[in-house]
């Protein structure tokens, strides 16, 4: 598979409800960011982990990045309907220079 | 707060034509960037342009493609001569002196090939 994968592809849950969302990668990487997209939007910046760091938060956002596994999560707590949207993680790796590498993204609906 | 704006948001062409999308970039950043999304799949990376040159491109990016600052604050994509498979939403996004760090997008323009 390619660098940064999500998984699951599509999360239902309800307004009130924590989203978990993971994503896996392949090579070493400088950082790792999580970004959303509203449908037909453009994609939104969220969180940015580097590669020394485990774990981050941003109000209701908690990332971890674990390395030896080449992975992260995104923790969306006490979600509300307005969360609904599509999440991507994306990599900055270590050769890469400036370029991003998007992962296929979780489809997250929240119901009321 | 400072935006990346895109036009137009959607252009509809015929194959072979010539399309050129328009980026205005948030004005002290120094990295600007295409990437594209063809409907239902991934967030591809196009292209990276600083100090008035390409730093890197995708092979994505063949000669059909090219960029350009003409000014001091536009950044255009040109396509030279479209195929069915360009069709997709083109996002341009931008980022200050940390070249690895956040990116911000702008709306993206959506094009259509006939």
């Known amino acids: 598979s390619q660098q940064g994968e999500e998984d699951p592809q599509a999360l239902s849950i309800q307004e009130g409800e924590n989203a978990t969302m993971n994503c896996s990668y392949k090579t070493s990487i400088n950082n790792l960011q999580w970004y959303r997209q509203n449908s037909g939007r453009g994609l939104v910046h969220l969180i940015l982990?580097?590669?020394?760091?485990r774990e981050k938060h941003s109000g209701r956002l908690r990332v971890t990045l674990d390395t030896s596994k080449k992975s992260s999560s995104l923790l969306i707590t006490a979600s509300r309907a307005a969360d609904t949207a599509s999440y991507f993680c994306?990599?900055?790796?270590?050769?890469?220079?400036?370029?991003?590498?998007f992962g296929g993204g979780t489809r997250l609906m929240v119901k009321p | 707060e400072p935006e990346v704006t895109q036009t137009p948001s959607h252009q509809v062409t015929q194959m072979g034509q010539e399309v050129i999308l328009r980026c205005v970039p948030i004005?002290?950043?120094?990295?600007f960037y295409w990437y594209r999304q063809i409907l239902g799949q991934k967030v591809e990376f196009l292209v990276s342009?600083?100090?008035?040159?390409?730093?890197?491109k995708s092979e994505i990016f063949d000669d059909q493609f090219s960029v350009e600052r003409p000014d001091g604050s536009n950044f255009t994509l040109k396509i030279r001569s479209t195929k069915l498979e360009d069709s997709a939403m083109y996002f341009c996004?931008?980022?200050?002196?940390?070249?690895?760090?956040?990116?911000?997008f702008g709306e993206g323009s959506r094009l259509t090939v006939l």
């Open positions: 996004a931008s980022s200050d002196l940390s070249r690895t760090g956040e990116l911000f």
């Open positions: 994306a990599t900055v790796t270590n050769n890469a220079g400036n370029m991003l590498t």
């Open positions: 004005s002290n950043h120094l990295y």
């Open positions: 982990i580097r590669s020394n760091e």
């Open positions: 342009f600083y100090n008035n040159e390409i730093s890197e």
